[in-house]
């Protein structure tokens, strides 16, 4: 079992930064890809953006230059630098993991999500 616990949402205005972070624990062997998905209530979850151990890196093109995606293999955390927030970000966010478990088991785990509002 892997369990991921995010922590950093919260309510800003429009142009602000925001970190979210994403620790995983439990039987972590492997982590291959991590990533951030948000989701608005009514809508299907969106990929923000997604990191591979192989260090390639991806984004929606809506947040393309204002977030930034990094993994800490170390730590078994994934985080999101947002930048340059606007109200249509506001969504919950959810980081999810896959890997491998210490008895070679292939595991897809999700966060709970964090809500990040951004209003004036």
């Known amino acids: 079992q892997v369990q991921l616990v995010e922590s950093g949402g919260g309510l800003l205005q429009p142009g602000g930064s925001l970190r979210l972070s994403c620790a995983a624990s439990g039987s972590t062997f492997s982590i291959n890809f991590m990533a951030w998905y948000r989701q608005a209530p009514g809508k299907q979850r969106e990929l923000v953006a997604l990191i591979t151990n192989g260090g390639f890196i991806n984004y929606a093109s809506s947040v393309k230059g204002r977030f930034a995606i990094s993994g800490d293999n170390a730590k078994n955390t994934v985080y999101l630098q947002m930048n340059s927030l606007k109200p249509e970000d506001t969504d919950v966010y959810y980081c999810?993991?896959?890997?491998?478990?210490?008895?070679?088991?292939?595991?897809?785990?999700w966060g709970q999500g964090t809500q990040v509002t951004v209003s004036s």
């Open positions: 999810n993991m896959r890997g491998k478990t210490t008895s070679s088991a292939n595991y897809d785990s």
